[in-house]
């Protein structure tokens, strides 16, 4: 297959999620192999948050709603911290909405949402 229906960039704008941290979509790819989309996005935390709850998931563009499988993240990403964030969705159509939560670790232990748009 063509590899430019497979990758959809990303761009520079950044998401607030909530005022735990802003994230930039990096970009999001198709595996030929099974199907299933890997999204990347940039973090920089405002406070020690960490990513990848199990309410996490994803909504592709037919309406399908699929999973996280996995998550790759340094695990708590510090205040002040950048790091780049994987999601592992099986068999996802690519192109869609990813909801993620942010938790605060330690203390209060907020959370914060946000929806990021893949196509």
Do not use: C, H
């Not at 510090?78 to 993620?100: E, F, H, N, Q, W």
């Amino acid at each position: 297959k063509r590899m430019g229906d497979r990758v959809i960039l990303g761009s520079k704008k950044t998401i607030a999620v909530g005022d735990l941290a802003s994230a930039r979509l990096v970009g999001s790819y198709n595996f030929v192999s099974d199907g299933s989309v890997v999204i990347l996005f940039e973090v920089t935390a405002r406070a020690d948050v960490t990513f990848g709850w199990s309410s996490d998931g994803y909504v592709g563009p037919d309406g399908a709603q699929v999973g996280t499988s996995g998550v790759e993240s340094p695990g708590t990403i510090r205040s002040g911290a950048r790091a780049t964030v994987a999601y592992y969705l099986p068999k996802a159509k690519l192109g869609g909405d990813l909801y993620i939560t942010a938790v605060e670790d330690g203390g209060a232990q907020r959370e914060e949402s946000v929806t990021i748009q893949t196509g």
